[in-house]
T-cell receptor, first 116, second 114 residues
Framework: EPEVTQTPSHQVTQMGQEVILRCVPI?????FYWYRQILGQKVEFLVS????????KSEIFDDQFSVERPDGSNFTLKIRSTKLEDSAMYFC??????????????FGSGTRLTVV | QQQVKQSPQSLIVQKGGISIINCAYE??????FPWYQQFPGKGPALLIA?????SEKKEGRFTISFNKSAKQFSLHIMDSQPGDSATYFC?????????????FGTGTQLKVEL
């Protein structure tokens, strides 16, 4: 079964440093997402990406965050200057179609980001 | 108005019993309601989903009941097994051309005891 692959599985970074979280979505999927989950809390939407541009972003996704799909296969989330409160599990997801026959997302296993 | 409320927060069920998790929403623009199962250290995995034009959907031991007028939906796990022990999230989304943001509930930790 096709998978969404995320690397690294765990990253520790110092406050103020830049981090890049990497994802390889399923190859024929067209819609890409980043979500985060602070330990013990619900999964929260960060951003959706379609046709090489951001289609929607949440209030969490401020100027410190950026996404790109540099080479047609990888999908990255960059946090420019990490804060302690950025510590969370970050999930990438991809989706084949949205309308009219919308299917479910496929989530990756996540990257646990720890900011110290 | 974008919230999805989920209950209970945790649930303990005996093996073979029925697990029931409930969710409620406010935004009537939501038109897709999936349930996700998450094991520790893993990403959420789609379990079953329903659209508001049907009141019930069954896949194996998992059933979604949907009440459009009450804006509520629930997951029933029949014959619950220890392997079902996980965190379950309900979610809701609405259709747009650029993607489908999922709004998740707060999650229910299910433990199935022998």
């Amino acid at each position: 079964e096709p998978e969404v692959t995320q690397t690294p599985s765990h990253q520790v970074t110092q406050m103020g440093q830049e981090v890049i979280l990497r994802c390889v979505p399923i190859s024929n999927h067209l819609y890409f997402y980043w979500y985060r989950q602070i330990l013990g809390q619900k999964v929260e939407f960060l951003v959706s990406f379609y046709n090489n541009e951001i289609s929607e972003k949440s209030e969490i996704f401020d100027d410190q965050f950026s996404v790109e799909r540099p080479d047609g296969s990888n999908f990255t989330l960059k946090i420019r200057s990490t804060k302690l409160e950025d510590s969370a599990m970050y999930f990438c997801a991809s989706q084949q179609v949205t309308l009219p026959g919308r299917d479910g997302y496929t989530f990756g296993s996540g990257t646990r980001l720890t900011v110290v | 108005q974008q919230q999805v409320k989920q209950s209970p927060q945790s649930l303990i069920v005996q093996k073979g019993g029925i697990s029931i998790i409930n969710c409620a929403y406010e935004n009537t623009a939501f038109d897709y309601f999936p349930w996700y199962q998450q094991f520790p250290g893993k990403g959420p995995a789609l379990l079953i989903a329903i659209r508001p034009d049907v009141s019930e959907k069954k896949e194996g031991r998992f059933t979604i009941s949907f009440n459009k007028s009450a804006k509520q939906f629930s997951l029933h796990i029949m014959d619950s097994q220890p392997g079902d022990s996980a965190t379950y999230f309900c979610a809701a989304s609405m259709g747009t051309g650029g993607g489908n943001k999922l709004t998740f509930g707060t999650g229910t930790q299910l433990k199935v005891e022998l």
